[in-house]
């Protein structure tokens, strides 16, 4: 039975004033599969999220979501391709000037008319699916710690029933501690909504927790690719450099 890919990636390419950040690669994403993408610093994990998310064009390629090429496709096209997509952002990026049940229900309120009893309602569903208190819903950003933070990013991001989410870095500058909190949150998320997730991480505990394949990149190129119990085994050098410098 041939896999469904709900995004495929060909040949993208990415270079700023001559210097290239990601040559020439290819990969996909199937339904329900957990994808893991790791690298060094500057190996252009930053840079591909903002290609699948439709923020930057690629210098050559094509990106499918769903079967539209976001890359050439018109702008009702690409909005419909990307509207199936929830994302959560390295530093939550939350609205410091809205409370949380405004931040989780946003794209509710402002495209989609909810009117406050109904986004609150909604905030609530949510934020009880992830196991928060009903009482952080009043508060701002700033009254939360940097897990809580994390927690909400979530919930905004699954508020409309994405068919895909990204996780960018979801447990950069937490404890170890606090960091497996929001990676099983992750993970029993996306299994519970049944989506299909890509994570951007260099945290091996991520790796651990939420992959189903890992993509390894260096040199501006795929160097690796495989399941997790195949990379603790692999003989690639790369990826054994990797693992001791994590």
């Known amino acids: 039975?041939?896999?469904?890919?709900i995004i495929n990636v060909k040949n993208l390419s990415v270079s700023f004033s001559n210097n290239i950040?990601?040559?020439?690669?290819?990969?996909?994403?199937?339904?329900?599969?957990?994808?893991?993408?790791?690298?060094?610093?500057?190996?252009?994990?930053?840079?591909?999220l903002r290609c699948l998310m439709g923020l930057l064009k690629p210098d050559h390629g094509s990106i499918e979501i769903d079967g539209i090429n976001i890359v050439n496709a018109n702008r009702i096209d690409k909005e419909n391709a990307l509207k199936n997509i929830g994302v959560t952002f390295q530093n939550g990026a939350l609205f410091d000037s809205l409370t949380v049940w405004e931040n989780i229900t946003f794209k509710e309120t402002k495209f989609f008319g909810f009117n406050k009893q109904k986004a609150k309602e909604k905030a609530l569903l949510i934020i009880k699916n992830l196991e928060l208190d009903e009482n952080i819903l009043e508060l701002y950003p700033s009254e939360l710690s940097g897990g809580m933070q994390k927690r909400v990013a979530i919930a905004r991001?699954?508020?409309?029933?994405?068919?895909?989410?990204?996780?960018?870095?979801?447990?950069?500058?937490l404890d170890p501690?606090?960091?497996?909190?929001?990676?099983?949150?992750?993970?029993?998320?996306?299994?519970?909504?049944?989506?299909?997730?890509?994570?951007?991480?260099h945290d091996i505990s991520s790796i651990e927790n939420l992959a189903s394949r890992i993509i390894l990149l260096d040199n501006h190129k795929i160097a690796w690719s495989g399941k997790p119990n195949?990379?603790?085994?692999?003989?690639?050098?790369?990826?054994?450099?990797?693992?001791?410098?994590?």
């Open 157 to 173: 991001a699954i508020c409309d029933n994405p068919k895909v989410l990204f996780f960018d870095e979801p447990t950069s500058g």
């Open 1 to 5: 039975m041939e896999e469904k890919k």
């Open 230 to 246: 195949d990379m603790k085994i692999s003989k690639n050098k790369i990826v054994k450099q990797f693992l001791v410098n994590t």
């Open 21 to 48: 950040v990601i040559n020439d690669i290819d990969f996909h994403l199937s339904r329900k599969e957990s994808l893991v993408i790791i690298g060094k610093s500057g190996s252009g994990k930053s840079v591909l």
């Open 177 to 201: 501690i606090t960091g497996k909190i929001i990676n099983n949150l992750i993970e029993k998320t996306v299994i519970k909504l049944g989506v299909s997730a890509i994570t951007i991480t």
